[in-house]
């Protein structure tokens, strides 16, 4: 599961809801190696990958990161930029393993 953060969002709107909504999720999935993987990405005009979805192995690993997740701010961007973005950064470290 790769989940995209809008950093367009004002700071004071966006720790509750996205990261709240992502912890939720993230507590309801089975988080292995041949499980379920998330990744988190932020996206504005420059998007940037928090981590990718082989980067933790454990549930409690991506909890305790997403809980420490920042704000980084931007603006909008489009739906186009940011697919191809996770198509190009998000998922490149499972293509390349193999997985």
Known sequence: MST????????????PSHADFVQRVVEK?????NKDRV????YSRDPAVNFYLNTYTTKGEILDTVRGLKHKGGNPSTLE?????????????LLEAGA
């Not at 999935?29 to 190696?33: G, I, K, P, Q, R």
């Not at 930029?81 to 470290?93: E, G, K, N, V």
């Open 39 to 42: 990744s988190v990405v932020q």
């Open 4 to 15: 995209v953060l809008e950093r367009a969002t004002p700071y004071n709107k966006w720790i």
């Open 81 to 93: 930029q940011l697919l191809q973005y996770l198509r190009d950064m998000s998922l490149q470290p």
């Open 29 to 33: 999935l089975s988080v292995d190696d």
